[in-house]
T-cell receptor
Framework: QKEVEQNSGPLSVPEGAIASLNCTYS??????FFWYRQYSGKSPELIMS????GDKEDGRFTAQLNKASQYVSLLIRDSQPSDSATYLC?????????FGSGTKLNVKP | GAGVSQSPSNKVTEKGKDVELRCDPI?????LYWYRQSLGQGLEFLIY????????KSGLPSDRFSAERTGGSVSTLTIQRTQQEDSAVYLC???????????FGQGTRLTVV
């Protein structure tokens, strides 16, 4: 079992819609949770961090954490074509960041 | 600089040669990670440094790979006797500690011909 699981996609949504990206993790002791965005040919860029259960909003992005279900999600409201990228979920474990393999998001104009 | 700096940005080397990749983390960050990303693939963990503790080398794929971090700051990843399968983007990230956000450098694209 991988430490962090994500659906590889691609997830296709029309411009203006809500994109919902999901992630599950295996280590109940994980403390910190992150979403990174990676454009093709570029390095990952941190877009959200969340440390406690519930929702955290930042502009069009909302991260949701449910530690009991070991589940993290990212909602992107009013999706734009510029949001098209691969989104990586990351979870901190004892010694390292565990990254999911990423979900590719396509936002269609 | 303000961010994580990696050099070189691109490196083309002949099979069998040794290469050194450099990472200069954000000042004050005690945690430093190396990852490898092959084309179209996810991030593959290589090695993790935290302060003065012994590094976690569990992700290094073979004994041809080694890394060091001098003075708790700059890190160098060395690949000896490069093989074509070593071709990938090598990414370095640093973090204030092991539980907070990690920030990535721009990566080094290594091509072994």
């Amino acid at each position: 079992q991988k430490e962090v699981e994500q659906n590889s996609g691609p997830l296709s949504v029309p411009e203006g819609a809500i994109a919902s990206l999901n992630c599950t993790y295996s280590d109940r002791g994980s403390q910190s949770f992150f979403w990174y965005r990676q454009y093709s040919g570029k390095s990952p860029e941190l877009i959200m961090s969340i440390y406690s259960n519930g929702d955290k909003e930042d502009g069009r992005f909302t991260a949701q954490l449910n530690k009991a279900s070991q589940y993290v999600s990212l909602l992107i409201r009013d999706s734009q074509p510029s949001d098209s990228a691969t989104y990586l979920c990351a979870v901190t474990g004892f010694n390292k960041f565990y990254f999911g393999s990423g979900t590719k998001l396509n936002v269609k104009p | 600089g303000a961010g994580v700096s990696q050099s070189p940005s691109n490196k083309v080397t002949e099979k069998g040669k040794d290469v050194e990749l450099r990472c200069d983390p954000i000042s004050g960050h005690t945690a430093l990670y190396w990852y490898r990303q092959s084309l179209g693939q996810g991030l593959e963990f290589l090695i993790y440094f935290q302060g003065n503790s012994a590094p976690d080398k569990s992700g290094l794929p073979s004994d041809r790979f080694s890394a060091e971090r001098t003075g708790g700051s700059v890190s160098t990843l060395t690949i000896q006797r490069t093989q074509q399968e070593d071709s990938a983007v090598y990414l370095c990230a640093s973090s204030p500690d092991r539980t907070t956000e990690a920030f990535f450098g721009q990566g080094t694209r290594l091509t072994v011909v």
